[in-house]
């Protein structure tokens, strides 16, 4: 059994174990360039079908063609939790029954022009597990 003192180590996990955890989770950020700049938005999703559906106060002319998304649990007392990153060519959802759906099934951070709801098509998968060392 390992103490709060005992080092914690970062511990890479397989994609279809980040994938889980991706879909066991519904908040996240979504992560993109603009202008030189990064720009990181909350956003909720949920893991479908293997596709991400992202919903996000972003105004639809500025969603990328290519776009990060990265979810985490991390716990302030034990200093574990687990970290997943994807990435991956995006589009906005523009049929009214797949929006329509998706925007009854996903909370909006914000209502009107810059309520956006996303497809992304996961490219590449990477996650890590913060862990205590083993003694």
Do not use: C, N
């Not at 511990?11 to 908040?27: D, M």
């Not at 972003?58 to 991390?74: F, L, M, Q, R, S």
């Amino acid at each position: 059994m390992s103490s709060p003192d005992t080092p914690l180590r970062l511990v890479e996990v397989s994609g279809a174990e980040a994938l889980w955890l991706l879909e066991g989770s519904t908040l996240g950020r979504l992560v993109y360039a603009q202008r030189d700049l990064t720009v990181i938005r909350p956003a909720r999703h949920v893991w479908e079908y293997g596709r991400l559906i992202v919903r996000t106060p972003v105004p639809a002319p500025a969603v990328p063609t290519t776009a990060t998304y990265h979810v985490d649990d991390v716990r302030a007392v034990s200093g574990t939790g687990w970290t997943v990153t994807v990435s991956g060519p995006a589009e906005v959802l523009t049929g009214p029954d797949e929006a329509g759906h998706y925007r009854r099934t996903l909370t909006g951070w914000s209502h009107g022009p810059h309520d956006t709801l996303l497809r992304l098509h996961p490219k590449t998968v990477a996650g890590f597990r913060l862990a205590r060392a083993e003694a």
